[in-house]
Structure formats: structure tokens, C-alpha cells
């Protein structure tokens, strides 16, 4: 990758903007942590979103930087990367992020940033510029994310309900409620694995296009440091908009349901992160709740509200290069 003659305050300036992404992801994003505990009584929400925060920030020691590098090098070619194509990405992906959130609409920030990237590089360099092979990937796993997330949650679902099935609702609620902190916990873990190293990934570019580091080294330890700290003080302060959405619209959960909803998220995003995909925990989370939803019947299910969430998806990728169309573009005149 070609490095730029960059001043320190343009990368200064790149390194927080990117900061902040990471802070909107995790404020975007509290809902899919959090909405099944909130929903279900086990948590305050005060409570419930200092504790996903915690475990968002314990990723930190538990996870590789396979997403990290996928976001950094396997999705645009990195020879056309400059400060110009980063601050487009971003203002693309805090953009469509401001606009779901204003709407209540649980889109994905991970897709909302691939986006980002794509549309950048695309009006500098055409359609030539992206890593085909990396951007299907994620394509793919808009669809293979919740699917996966749908089975495991409703198989989880119909074996909580075998095993329960001679207990009282009183004491199935009772052993759930302590086991919904637990999965709500490794859901929370999943996401920090996940998404926090999109945004490692990024400020890795921006460093290698300043001549900081380059493609072959390993990535600051301040860097992850950094971007954990962001996501964990996102989702701190929550997404209360979208929590309401997440938590009783698609269908109505309780202590088992919401356990095997977070279980089944979980596991997706363990799974993920594990191989380097960049998933959506949005995705993952909805999937995961519908298909708790479809053992009660699929009248249990919202289709409409779950329609809305889909569209979402489908527009994320396309709407967010679009505004980092516009970002790349004033970048230019800005920076």
C-alpha cells in the first residue's frame, strides 16, 4: 500500500471520527445485547446496559483480529486507500446510522460501514477497486447470519420446552431468569468480538496510510484497546429506540425465549468471528428471535415488523455508499 505524506492533525482527526463510529455502533447496537433481559424484567435497564457493556470490553482479551484484518485488507484493494476514501466510509456508516436510529429501524452498523468502504472506493476507483471474493463473503452472510441464528435459537427453543415440559411457568421463569444473564452475557462478548474490530480494522488503515504501520505488522495494542473502550461507552449509553423494537415487536418473549434468543446469537457470532466474517449482530439477534417466535406458530411472529427489519438490511449496503459518496467528496474539500 502507497503511503501518503498525511499531517498528524488529518490523522488525528480520522482516528477519532473512526472512535466515534464505534461509540454510535455500540449505542446503535445495545438493543441486540440487551433488549431480551430489558424486555423480560431480568435487568433494569441501567443495569442491563452497564453489563452488556462489561462484557463488550472483556472481548478484548478473549478474541483474535481475524475480523479486524478482513475489514483492513479483504474488502477494498488497499493500494487505493487514502484519507479521502477512510473519512467517506466513514461519514457513510455514521450517517445511515443516525438515520435508523432516528426511526427506531435495528439496521446493521457492521454492514453500514462495508457500505462505507465500498461507495468510497468505488468513486475513486470504480467498481475495480473492491476485493470481490471479501465483499460476497459479507454479502453472503446477510443472509447465512440470521438463518443461522433463526435455527440454532428455535432449536434451543423446542429443547428448553421437551426438558421443561413437566415444570411449573413459575419455576421455568425462576432457573431462566439467572440463565438469560449468562446468555446475555456471551451474546454481549459475541458482539464485541465482532464489531469492535471493524473499527480496529479501519484506524489500522489509516495508520498504514500515514506510513505508521504497515500491512505485515501486527496492530497497536492501543489501537484495540481504543476501540473496545469506545464500543463498551456506546453501549453504555444505549439505544433505547430500537430496544422497544427488538424487544416485544417481532414476537413476545420471556425468561426461556429470550435465553434461547441470546444462546442462539451467541453461538452465530462465536462462529463468525472465529473464521474473520464480519457479520451483523443485528442480523444474528432478529433471526435468533424470530425463529424462538416460530415455535409458538408463525402467527406468533410479527412478519410485518420483521419485513420493515429486512428492508433495512437490503438498503444498508447501497444507502451507506451512497452517503460516502458525498463523504469522500467533501473529505476532499475538507481535509
Given amino acids: 500500500m502507497e503511503t501518503l505524506n498525511i499531517s498528524m492533525g488529518v490523522v488525528v482527526t480520522l482516528i477519532i471520527v473512526a472512535l466515534l463510529f464505534d461509540f454510535m455502533n455500540g449505542f446503535h447496537d445495545a438493543a441486540n445485547s440487551i433488549a431480551t433481559i430489558v424486555s423480560t424484567r431480568v435487568l433494569k435497564p441501567q443495569h442491563a446496559v452497564l453489563w452488556a457493556a462489561s462484557f463488550n470490553f472483556l472481548a478484548y482479551f478473549l478474541f483474535h483480529l481475524k475480523v479486524a484484518a478482513t475489514i483492513g485488507k479483504g474488502t477494498i484493494d488497499p493500494s487505493i486507500v487514502d484519507h479521502y476514501v477512510i473519512f467517506g466510509a466513514l461519514v457513510g456508516a455514521i450517517g445511515w446510522n443516525l438515520i435508523t436510529w432516528y426511526y427506531g429501524i435495528p439496521s446493521s452498523s457492521s454492514h453500514a460501514l462495508v457500505g462505507g468502504l465500498v461507495g468510497a472506493a468505488v468513486c475513486k476507483a470504480g467498481f475495480g477497486s473492491l476485493i470481490a471474493s471479501g465483499v460476497l463473503k459479507i454479502v453472503a452472510f446477510i443472509f447465512v447470519a440470521p438463518f443461522?441464528?433463526?435455527?440454532?435459537?428455535?432449536?434451543?427453543?423446542?429443547?428448553?420446552?421437551?426438558?421443561?415440559?413437566?415444570?411449573?411457568?413459575?419455576?421455568?421463569?425462576?432457573?431462566?431468569?439467572?440463565?438469560?444473564?449468562?446468555?446475555?452475557?456471551?451474546?454481549?462478548?459475541?458482539?464485541?468480538?465482532?464489531?469492535?474490530?471493524?473499527?480496529?480494522?479501519?484506524i489500522w488503515l489509516i495508520l498504514i496510510v500515514a506510513g505508521m504501520s504497515t500491512t505485515t505488522s501486527e496492530i497497536p495494542g492501543w489501537v484495540v484497546l481504543a476501540c473496545y473502550t469506545a464500543m463498551g461507552l456506546g453501549t453504555l449509553f444505549g439505544g433505547w429506540r430500537i430496544i422497544k423494537t427488538m424487544g416485544n415487536r417481532i414476537t413476545?418473549?420471556?425468561?426461556?425465549?429470550?435465553?434461547?434468543?441470546?444462546s442462539g446469537g451467541a453461538f452465530t457470532l462465536f462462529l463468525a468471528s472465529a473464521f474473520g466474517i464480519p457479520v451483523s449482530t443485528t442480523h444474528t439477534i432478529t433471526g435468533a428471535i424470530?425463529?424462538?417466535?416460530?415455535?409458538?406458530?408463525?402467527?406468533?411472529?410479527?412478519w410485518g415488523v420483521a419485513g420493515n427489519i429486512v428492508w433495512a438490511w437490503i438498503l444498508t449496503i447501497p444507502c451507506s455508499a451512497l452517503l460516502a459518496g458525498i463523504g469522500w467528496y467533501l473529505g476532499q474539500l475538507m481535509l
Fill in 252 to 262: 413476545k418473549l420471556n425468561q426461556a425465549r429470550g435465553f434461547c434468543a441470546n
Fill in 290 to 302: 424470530v425463529g424462538v417466535g416460530t415455535t409458538r406458530g408463525a402467527r406468533r411472529v410479527r
Fill in 148 to 202: 443461522l441464528g433463526f435455527m440454532v435459537g428455535g432449536l434451543l427453543m423446542v429443547a428448553v420446552s421437551w426438558i421443561c415440559r413437566g415444570m411449573t411457568q413459575g419455576r421455568v421463569d425462576k432457573h431462566f431468569r439467572r440463565l438469560q444473564l449468562l446468555s446475555a452475557a456471551a451474546y454481549s462478548l459475541g458482539h464485541g468480538g465482532n464489531d469492535a474490530q471493524k473499527t480496529v480494522g479501519i
